[in-house]
């Protein structure tokens, strides 16, 4: 069973900065595209940050100079330095993972979700 472990998140003023984690685990074979995505009160999730495999990355546009998303493939993990945060950047913040899995004698491909991790931007 494949996990995605988020840290990181917290009570931070305008102008400030935090570094989410995520750290997946299980029978991993490989991840494709990592990615953070966000849900604010009312609002529909929606993608913050992607990065590929080979660490090509694509942000949306209102976090764009002040977000980066990096990852690390040997640890399994994807990060996102969130910098200059914005009270409009308050959401549930959820780590996106594509996982090729192997489950006794099949392999499959999952698109796996973190539990969500709590960012709120005091003004």
Known sequence: QVQLVESGGGLVQAGGSLRLSC???GTIISINDMGWYRQAPGKQRELVAIITS???TNYADSVKGRLTISRDNAKKSVYLQ???LKPEDT????CNAEVREQIWTT???RNCW???TQVTVSS
Do not use: I, L
């Open 23 to 25: 750290a997946a685990s």
């Open 54 to 56: 080979g660490g090509s």
């Open 82 to 84: 969130m910098n200059n």
């Open 91 to 94: 959401a549930v913040y959820y």
């Open 107 to 109: 392999v499959r491909v």
């Open 114 to 116: 973190g539990q969500g």
